[in-house]
């Protein structure tokens, strides 16, 4: 690497500072569709899996039913205001299942890997723009970008996505991306810890194998910003049993938008209208959201030993555990967003040197830079390696 891009990666100041945008945002490089979810018929077709709303009767469980907030069990009166557990529960729920005909769930999507977030939407500090610019271009050269693209692309064919509806017995993966067309078994990946390697991912592969390696390529570049979007079609299927229960996405709404056809409705599942034989229907689906969560469920640089790949967030949020692996306060965690950001400089000319965990910290940097979001902070001057010290041949 030539000592010109180390010198950019230190925004040109012989300084070696430079001083922090209180307005700062990228934008995402990984755009997903909603994920519509079918029901996979005898015949090879599909029918929108179908969200209906039913009437169910059940037990009070919840803690208020029987205790105050202070944990006292309820008696006589107060009991019999409370959510008395002598008393049945009835309830109206969004519910959603497969054909009582088939016994095969299909989540089809669409995403697109685009160079989008290779330079800030918006930043206040001209300097700070260099010194993105440099990290930039030597995560180009030092192959940050085709590690990223190999993970995603694990996790667009590991069965992450499907979430809870993955329990059954994996009945593959397709990937379409313009006229060519990749098969996978996502079966033999379904330990999703950590990164098994690319040649896993291959192994995976029942046609198509060969041209694995040229698809990370393709992502690498599109995110790179060095080719246009890559667009990505994505169905995958899972067999259960017959008109088996699906999970769409959940929503969280406001109590005043809960009420429908006069009832009250304690589950909302995420449901858009379609046709079906004329018939208007409730076609469920997968937010977008949800998806690109799994699919950028990446990070194993948080330094917990305890954890493998989690979101690449902010924070290391782990919304099972309730925990933030990369707290700003826990000295033995992985740099946060905003610390890895701020340090943007320095991971670039310790990346260039090869020092140990550069790469690490510049595949987590990158990671957010492609995730997108607003990271302005008060401005203040932070230090860069002095350019004067970094040996560009490592």
């Not at 107060?78 to 519910?95: C, F, V, Y």
């Not at 208007?280 to 954890?307: C, L, P």
């Amino acid at each position: 690497m030539a000592k010109e891009t180390v010198a950019k990666a230190a925004g040109k100041k012989k300084s070696g500072k430079f001083t922090l945008p209180a307005n700062l945002s990228f934008r995402r490089s990984i755009d997903v569709s909603d994920g519509l979810m079918y029901s996979v018929m005898p015949d090879g077709t599909r029918r929108p899996v179908v969200v209906e709303q039913v009437t169910v009767r059940g037990a009070m469980g919840n803690s208020t039913a029987g205790y105050t907030k202070q944990g006292v069990p309820l008696v006589g009166e107060a009991l019999e205001k409370a959510q008395n557990p002598t008393k049945p529960n009835i309830q109206s729920i969004d519910r959603a299942a497969l054909d009582v005909d088939s016994d095969i769930l299909e989540l089809a999507f669409s995403l697109a890997f685009h160079g989008g977030g290779n330079a800030p939407d918006a930043c206040s500090k001209v300097d700070y723009r260099d010194a993105m610019a440099g990290f930039i271009e030597i995560a180009r050269e030092k192959g940050i970008y085709e590690d990223l693209a190999r993970r995603y692309l694990w996790n667009l064919v590991n069965g992450r996505v499907l979430w809870r509806n993955g329990y059954g017995i994996p009945d593959g993966c397709v990937l379409k991306v313009g006229a060519k067309e990749y098969s996978f078994d996502w079966g033999v990946l379904r330990e999703r810890k950590r990164f098994p390697g690319l040649d896993a991912v291959a192994t995976a592969c029942i046609s198509g194998a060969d041209g694995v390696p040229g698809l990370v390529r393709d992502i690498s570049l599109a995110l790179a910003g060095s080719t246009d979007l890559l667009a990505i079609d994505v169905a995958i299927r899972v067999r259960s049993y017959r008109g088996a229960e699906v999970w769409p996405s959940q929503e969280f709404v406001e109590e005043t938008q809960k009420r429908r056809n006069g009832r009250e409705i304690s589950r909302v599942l995420a449901a858009r209208g379609s046709r079906v034989d004329g018939n208007f229907v409730r076609h469920g689906y997968m937010h977008s959201q949800k998806i690109g969560n799994a699919i950028r469920t990446i990070d194993e640089w948080h330094g917990d030993a305890t954890f493998g790949a989690i979101p690449v967030e902010a924070f290391g949020w782990v919304q099972s555990e309730l925990v933030a692996l990369r707290a700003p306060a826990d000295e033995n965690a992985g740099l946060d967003a905003y610390r890895s950001l701020e340090s943007v400089g320095m991971t670039a000319a310790a990346l260039g040197e090869n020092k140990k965990g550069a790469v690490e910290q510049s595949l987590y940097t990158l990671a957010i830079i492609v995730r997108g979001g607003v990271f302005g902070v008060s401005e203040k001057e932070v230090a860069l390696a002095p350019v004067a010290e970094v040996d560009a041949n490592g």
